[in-house]
């Protein structure tokens, strides 16, 4: 099993331009989620799925979309990037909710200037 | 205050020393308790989970006090592969769905 892959691992954005963070996952895990890491904070939560064709919205959403068409798919939208969204962004899974281990793929780091 | 606080060190310690990191969390409804492990610039990993008897996993203790709300996580003979930040990570439930809250970690660094 390759767990959770995203890709890419780096990109730097200019300002406005938009992009999409992949997320795959081959456990056949349930729940998915998206975070971001800045320094010196906690992970935050931006968007959470418990299955396919269902999201919700974490605590830190504004400037971010996703979609789970599948159950091994979680992209992210960045639309209109700015600086403030320069972070490491973290998605992962779970089998159930979160009282489960969650699995976590290694990450990318974006900057918007 | 922060709904789950950590010191953040960095805690340097010489190897196979003993070192405790502590954690203290604001809502008295939480649930499930949680230590992962960072590597720098890698993701997060499940270390363990916290028990309310406490428990322990080779040279990993954790503890939970509800009653302060505090936990703690106690590594005993510290390797250099020790070396990490540990983050620690609360579940509460918030109406129709529940939450981790992360900390921002406790950073340790094990020297020859």
């Known amino acids: 099993n390759a767990g959770v892959t995203q890709t890419p691992k780096f990109r730097i954005l200019k300002i406005g331009q938009s992009m999409t963070l992949q997320c795959t996952q081959d456990?056949?895990?349930?729940?998915m989620y998206w975070y971001r890491q800045d320094p010196g904070m906690g992970l935050k939560l931006i968007y959470y799925?418990?299955?396919?064709?269902?999201?919700d919205k974490g605590e830190v959403p504004n400037g971010y979309n996703v979609s789970r068409s599948t159950t091994e798919d979680f992209p992210l939208r960045l639309e209109l990037a700015a600086p403030s969204q320069t972070s490491v962004y973290f998605c992962?899974?779970?089998?159930?909710?979160?009282?489960?281990?969650?699995?976590f793929g290694p990450g990318t780091r974006l900057t918007v200037t | 205050r922060k709904e789950v606080e950590q010191d953040p060190g960095p805690f340097n310690v010489p190897e196979g020393a003993t070192v405790a990191f502590n954690c203290t969390y604001s809502?008295?409804?939480?649930?499930?308790f949680f230590w992962y492990r960072q590597d720098c610039r890698k993701e997060p990993k499940l270390l363990m989970s916290?028990?309310?008897s406490g428990n322990e996993d080779g040279r990993f203790t954790a503890q939970l006090n509800r009653a302060s709300q505090y936990i703690s996580l106690l590594i005993r003979d510290s390797k250099l592969s020790d070396s990490a930040t540990y983050l620690c990570?609360?579940?509460?439930?918030?109406?129709?769905?529940?939450?981790?809250?992360f900390g921002t970690g406790t950073r340790l660094q094990v020297t020859l």
């Open positions: 992962a899974s779970s089998y159930l909710g979160t009282d489960y281990e969650q699995y």
């Open positions: 809502n008295s409804a939480s649930q499930s």
């Open positions: 990570v609360v579940r509460h439930n918030t109406g129709t769905a529940s939450k981790l809250t």
């Open positions: 799925s418990v299955g396919a064709g269902i999201t």
């Open positions: 456990m056949n895990h349930n729940y």
């Open positions: 916290v028990y309310s």
